[in-house]
């Protein structure tokens, strides 16, 4: 059962001054069981996120740290109830997850959030045509 568009409401709400006030945060998509709308009280919070490219790899670590602890105090949670998935390390099937189910919660960047749609979408489609052709 998927999240009504009232309850996606609330949440992007709720998240969409921490997320907005990210610097350099190009779009957030929640994934898993609240965006399959199977969660429990006690699910977590499974977030896909895309870093501009701007945000230094070294300096990511520390600026995904500090939107996990803005996140935990918007939604009233502990930290270890938030994932913060870095779709820059993301693999395929990650990606195709966020591209194909995920709930977008906030695009701070369009053409960033479109061009990880094309792409994740094109390699999906080349790792189909690599295995029905492989000899």
């Known amino acids: ?6 309850r996606i409401d609330t949440i992007q709400s709720t998240v969409h001054a921490v997320l907005g006030s990210a610097s350099g945060l190009a779009f957030a998509v929640l994934v898993g069981s609240r965006a399959e709308g199977t969660a429990r009280q006690d699910s ?3 977030i896909a996120i895309q870093w501009s490219k701007r945000i230094l790899p070294m300096d990511r670590l520390g ?3 500090e939107l996990r602890q803005s996140l935990c105090c918007a939604l009233l949670v502990a930290d270890s109830q ?8 993301a693999r395929l099937t ?3 997850l966020v591209a194909e189910e995920g709930v977008p919660l ?6 960033a959030w479109v061009r990880f749609l094309q792409n994740t979408w094109a ?5 189909q045509w690599r295995r029905q052709h492989a000899a």
Not at 1 to 6: F, G, H, K, N, V
Not at 82 to 89: A, M, N, Q
Not at 106 to 111: E, F, H, N, R
Request: avoid cysteine; proline fraction near 3%; charged fraction near 35%.
């Open 82 to 89: 938030i994932d913060l998935i870095d779709l820059s390390d």
């Open 44 to 46: 977590d919070w499974d």
């Open 94 to 96: 990650m990606r195709a």
């Open 1 to 6: 059962m998927r999240l009504t568009p009232a």
């Open 106 to 111: 906030w695009i701070g960047d369009d053409l």
């Open 63 to 65: 600026t995904t740290e």
């Open 123 to 127: 390699q999906l489609e080349d790792n």
